[in-house]
């Protein structure tokens, strides 16, 4: 049995293998794009299909195509009226012709056709998804429901490094008579790489606290740059930024999901500048137009109290002319009064005066008779409690060792010696 199996070498193998593949037809297949290359003469692309919410592939397919077709499939995707780019994690619907190559035994399969229709609708669907996430997460409305600055003079830009957009914008803000002042941060405006840098741009602006608008502006350019603006990651950060957003994209017609959710969305970055210059013009007027209400307001209100002052000042003049005269005749009346009243003042202090200059004349004799006689009864009742006054009336003084009157017998005891004292002498005695 075994010898009837033929034997092969890998070429003849791969060979074969080959050409059954190759009999195998044109077919559509749909995927999406994990890798893309793209060589001066070739272009190398895998797709490959995903289970909903992982990111593994369950299956992957190598494709190529020669650099003439590959410009051909990008000319029909321009065409459309709703053209976009390949790149990364786009889905496609490629017509492809299955193949082997023989030295390295490897499946691949050329690209022949593209089936744009297929990717716009895929495009279409995600951002009706992205859009009305946005819609049932209030993102729609929220940078709108922004109050914007009376003179937003002070901008962030984000737009592209040396472009015309930059160069637009400026100069439309340098043509006006306001002192615009502008902080720019650059960021890629079209290809794979806008998302990112946008964002970026976008997180560094909000860290500056002095910023009333920031704009997002770039020039006119291929409805497939457009794309790059539906991305949900840019249109959260615009709808939640805190504060307004204005966007210039430069299409007129088309609107990508980032002019949705921002504050304003403009045709041009020239339009955008024109907009804040307005706005800025307006506050001015208004200012201009209240200024001048009040300087009006000001000047008829110096007339009225002008009037009102001079009425008042005459009024006054003649009431201090009037309060004065009476004062004047108030002040005469007084000083008559004044000048009666002193004179019956000094005629009662001068009669008051001899009263007392003849008191003082009689009372300064009785005051001494009155102190000799109380010096008198003084001296008296001092010589009636004198010792030598009781002595002499027939008393003794008894007296103790320490010389210390003795009133009462309890004050001695037996062995104390004393001392009694009479009128003519001294006696000195022991208590037994």
């Known amino acids: 049995m075994e010898s009837e199996i033929k034997s092969y070498t890998v070429t003849q193998y791969m060979t074969s293998l080959k050409r059954k593949v190759e009999e195998t037809p044109a077919v559509w297949v749909r995927g999406v794009i994990t890798q893309l290359s793209i060589k001066p003469n070739i272009v190398y692309l895998t797709i490959a299909d995903f289970e909903e919410g992982n990111v593994k592939p369950i299956s992957v397919i190598s494709l190529s195509c020669f650099a003439g077709r590959f410009a051909a499939i990008q000319a029909k995707i321009a065409s459309c009226g709703k053209p976009f780019e390949l790149k990364d994690q786009l889905k496609v619907s490629f017509l492809i012709k299955a193949e082997v190559y023989v030295p390295y035994g490897k499946l691949q399969a050329q690209i022949l056709d593209i089936d744009p229709v297929y990717t716009i609708g895929e495009l279409a669907m995600t951002r009706m998804e992205i859009l009305r996430k946005l819609h049932v997460e209030g993102l729609i409305d929220k940078n709108k429901s922004l109050e914007l600055a009376p003179a937003p003079l002070r901008i962030g830009l984000i737009t592209g490094q040396g472009t015309a957009a930059f160069k637009d914008f400026t100069t439309k803000l340098s043509e006006s008579p306001f002192a615009f002042k502008v902080m720019t941060v650059y960021a890629k405006m079209q290809g794979a790489e806008t998302e990112s840098t946008v964002l970026a741009a976008l997180e560094k602006l909000s860290a500056v606290d002095s910023i009333d608008v920031v704009c997002i502006v770039r020039g006119g350019g291929s409805k497939t740059d457009l794309n790059f603006f539906d991305s949900e990651a840019l249109c959260r950060a615009v709808a939640n930024f805190p504060v307004p957003v204005f966007t210039g994209i430069g299409h007129e017609i088309d609107k990508s999901l980032l002019d949705e959710v921002a504050y304003m969305s403009c045709i041009t970055p020239t339009d955008t500048a024109k907009r804040l210059v307005d706005r800025v013009a307006d506050s001015w007027n208004q200012m201009q137009n209240l200024a001048q209400g009040i300087a009006s307001g000001a000047k008829d209100t110096l007339v009225k109290e002008n009037q009102f002052l001079t009425s008042y000042g005459a009024s006054l003049q003649q009431k201090v002319s009037r309060r004065i005269q009476d004062e004047k005749m108030k002040l005469a009346l007084s000083g008559n009064n004044m000048k009666r009243s002193l004179q019956f003042i000094i005629r ?39 010792p030598a006054t009781i002595l002499a009336k027939g008393y003794s003084l008894t007296l103790n060792a320490e010389g210390k009157f003795i009133r009462n017998a309890c004050d001695v005891k037996s062995g104390d010696t004393l001392t009694t004292r009479f009128k003519d002498g001294t006696v000195t005695s022991v208590v037994q």
């Open 348 to 386: 009662d202090e001068k009669a008051r005066m001899e009263r007392n200059i003849e008191g003082l004349r009689q009372g300064s004799r009785k005051i001494l008779d009155l102190a000799k006689s109380n010096f008198n009864l003084s001296e008296t009742k001092v010589k009636a409690v004198d």
